[in-house]
């Protein structure tokens, strides 16, 4: 099946600096990526879709300027937390779909990221 | 703006009962539904897709349905295990973006 990574899996970042999470898709070509952020016991929340080589689009209430995603390549997105503070601290999902109809989604596992 | 919801919140049943989750939307215009379960601390894990064309999908002991037109999905859950303990998540694919419910956390007590 579509296999879709993260790296890394695990950072912690002081406060005030910037951080990149890479999502790949490992056997197919992502024309669409999506960024998820989950709080601890809360659902999904939709942060941004990136299709590529377009700019990303945002959900309202996320700060463009601060979570910079880039769509490169058809295998590549990558999220930067900049100038991150704890309040970012959280769990990253992305996934990934060829963007026809009845294409699942698949994610990938996840970054935790917690800012001191 | 497509909703999803799930009842119940959480769910604690005995080994080897049988279960029954439930998805609801309010955008019957779906492309496809996914259920994943989701271990804490970690990614989602699909576990059936349902494309807007089918009633029903089943793996192992899990059975997903979808009622397209009144805009929910169950997904049965034969003779539980402890290991099936985490958090289920329901996603509708709505145009190229899928909308999450807010998950069942089921427990089963061994």
């Known amino acids: 099946g579509a296999v879709v990574s993260q790296h890394p899996s695990w950072v912690i970042c002081k406060s005030g600096t910037s951080v990149k999470i890479e999502c790949r898709s490992l056997?197919?070509?992502?024309?669409?990526m999506f960024w998820y952020r989950q709080f601890p016991k809360q659902s999904l929340m939709l942060m941004a879709t990136?299709?590529?080589?377009?700019?990303?689009?945002?959900e309202q209430g996320v700060e463009k300027d601060k979570f910079l995603i880039n769509h490169a390549s058809l295998t590549l997105s990558t999220l930067t937390v900049t100038s991150a503070h704890p309040e970012d601290s959280s769990f990253y999902i992305c996934s990934a779909t060829t963007g026809t109809s009845g294409y699942g989604e698949y994610f990938g596992p996840g970054t935790r990221l917690t800012v001191t | 703006k497509q909703e999803v919801t799930q009842i119940p919140a959480a769910l604690s049943v005995p080994e080897g009962e049988n279960l029954v989750l439930n998805c609801s939307f309010t955008d019957s215009a779906i492309y496809n539904l996914q259920w994943f379960r989701q271990d804490p601390g970690k990614g989602l894990t699909s576990l059936l897709l349902i494309q807007s064309s089918q009633r029903e999908q089943t793996s192992g002991r899990l059975n997903a349905s979808l009622d397209k037109s009144s805009g929910r999905s169950t997904l049965y859950i034969a003779a539980s295990q402890p290991g099936d303990s985490a958090t289920y998540l329901c996603a509708v694919r709505t145009g190229n973006q899928f909308y999450f419910g807010t998950g069942t956390s089921l427990t089963v007590i061994p």
């Open positions: 990136s299709n590529e080589g377009s700019k990303a689009t945002y």
């Open positions: 056997d197919f070509q992502a024309t669409t």
